[in-house]
């Protein structure tokens, strides 16, 4: 990878400020939430020493609960040019998880924490991660509370109920135009989806990032940083040192004036058995980042993001349907709305409850559970193993978080009709 040498600049840094703005931005980032996957091994791609990738994740911790990779998204710096870029990588997208085979990223979290996730990430991207961030997305509303809140222009009305969140009912209640949001608020408002699904919420997530990285570079913040720094401490874990967080922090103020490009990995939706995936152009994704931040590709190594591509597509299942190629934009150049999809009531959801754990009236047990809940049970079956480690309800994304508050410990994945949901219950079974 050849690289486009600039100027090196001098700044005046107020470091203390600039460490606690650089975790506020990725905290707003990670919150906005067997085989290889396809490719060349991590690392075979050169690089200059002074870019620097950092994957971020927004998971959503929940009692008795592995918890889930809300958001996922890479960062991509370079030290020399105070440029930087980010990646969203959709929940929905297709890759090999290494021991369980293709399935959606997000899913590589319950399957492996963030050292799994990490791994699936290199191979998607053919480069390895220097660091990684894990954020805690219960801290966000105290965190944008400690910043003082963040001006924001909300696009349209924002409606959504769920009488199943853990904490005893999420409401989502958002007027259109411009306002001032707290911590309860800008939740509401970085969590919510609708029609456009993840793609959607993407968008959203980094138009919200962006506002809250100006607001922290902000001369205002002086005052409050011993609140927000102790609020971080309590919701950050990484690998990165104080001295590596301060490099990167005295860059913030000169990456925001030279504009933070975030882009989504650029792909296709598509479907499998009514299983929703997000299936990525393997040399896209690979460019996005280096392109971004000035570099060019070289020869041996487009050469290699091909083979991987063609690698993917060739290991594709058969019957999987393909939708229209998009990067956020049509074939006519203008902005795809899907009329939006509101979550369905649980009687309006039918569960087959599987048995895989061998605990005898396990299934009876949890289906009596679901029906108290509204939903409505399709059959209680035994399954074809009695060794499933982990309990799982798998059902479309539009009804994942009508799901959560359930009595026993379970991972809640994306996929499914939109009518219907699969209980599997492992030996963690137990009720509270």
């Known amino acids: 990878m050849r690289k486009k040498r600039k100027v090196k600049r001098d700044y005046t840094r107020v470091k203390w400020l600039g460490a606690v703005a650089l975790l506020v931005m990725l905290v707003a980032v990670a919150l906005l939430r067997g085989g290889i996957s396809p490719g060349a091994s991590p690392g075979e791609v050169s690089r200059p020493d002074d870019v620097k990738y950092v994957m971020i994740m927004g998971v959503d911790r929940r009692a008795d609960d592995v918890g889930r990779s809300d958001t996922l998204m890479v960062a991509a710096v370079d030290v020399d040019s105070s440029k930087a870029a980010l990646l969203s990588i959709p929940r929905d997208t297709r890759v090999a998880i290494e021991g ?6 997000n899913h590589a979290y319950a399957f492996g924490g963030h050292k799994l ?18 954020i805690d997305t219960k801290s966000f509303e105290r965190i944008i509370d400690a910043i003082g809140g963040v001006d924001l222009n909300v696009e349209k009305r924002m409606y959504y ?15 259109p135009g411009e ?26 997530q980094q138009k919200f990032m962006k506002a809250v990285l100006a607001k922290v570079i902000s001369p205002e913040m002086l005052p409050r940083l011993p609140k927000l720094a102790e609020e971080i401490r309590t919701a950050v874990e990484t690998d990165m040192s104080v001295t590596e967080l301060l490099e990167f922090a005295g860059l913030m103020e000169q990456v925001h ?30 460019a996005i980042l280096p392109q971004a931040l000035g570099l060019e590709l070289g020869t041996e190594a487009q050469q290699a993001d091909q083979e991987a591509e063609d690698k993917y597509l060739a290991e594709l299942p058969k019957g999987i349907k393909l939708g229209e190629k998009q990067d956020g934009q049509s ?14 009531k649980p009687s309006e959801i039918k569960v087959l409850v599987i048995n895989d754990s061998g605990i005898n009236g396990a299934g009876a047990e949890a289906a009596e559970i679901l029906q108290r ?16 480690e982990q309990t799982s309800i798998t059902t479309s994304a539009r009804n994942t978080d009508v799901f959560y508050g359930m009595p026993f410990p379970c991972i809640i994945m994306d996929g499914g009709s939109s009518n219907q949901a699969v209980l599997r219950i492992g030996l963690d079974y137990k009720t509270r």
């Open 373 to 388: 809940k509204g939903f409505v049970i399709s059959s209680v079956e035994t399954g074809k193993t009695s060794s499933r």
């Open 331 to 344: 074939s006519a150049g203008t902005e795809e709305k899907p009329e939006p999809q509101e979550p369905m």
């Open 161 to 175: 109920e769920d009488p199943w969140d853990d904490n005893g009912g999420l409401v989502i209640d958002l007027y």
């Open 117 to 134: 996730t990490q791994q699936t990430v290199e191979n998607l991207l053919g480069v390895k991660m220097d660091h990684y961030i894990l």
């Open 257 to 286: 004036k030279n504009g933070l490009q975030a882009q989504m990995v650029p792909g296709q939706p598509a479907f499998l058995q009514d299983i929703s995936y997000w299936i990525p152009d393997i040399t896209d994704v690979r």
């Open 179 to 204: 306002q001032h949001l707290d911590g309860d608020r800008a939740i509401q408002y970085v969590r919510y989806r609708d029609g456009e699904g993840d793609i959607g919420r993407v968008g959203r």
């Open 100 to 105: 369980n085979g293709f399935d959606k990223i």
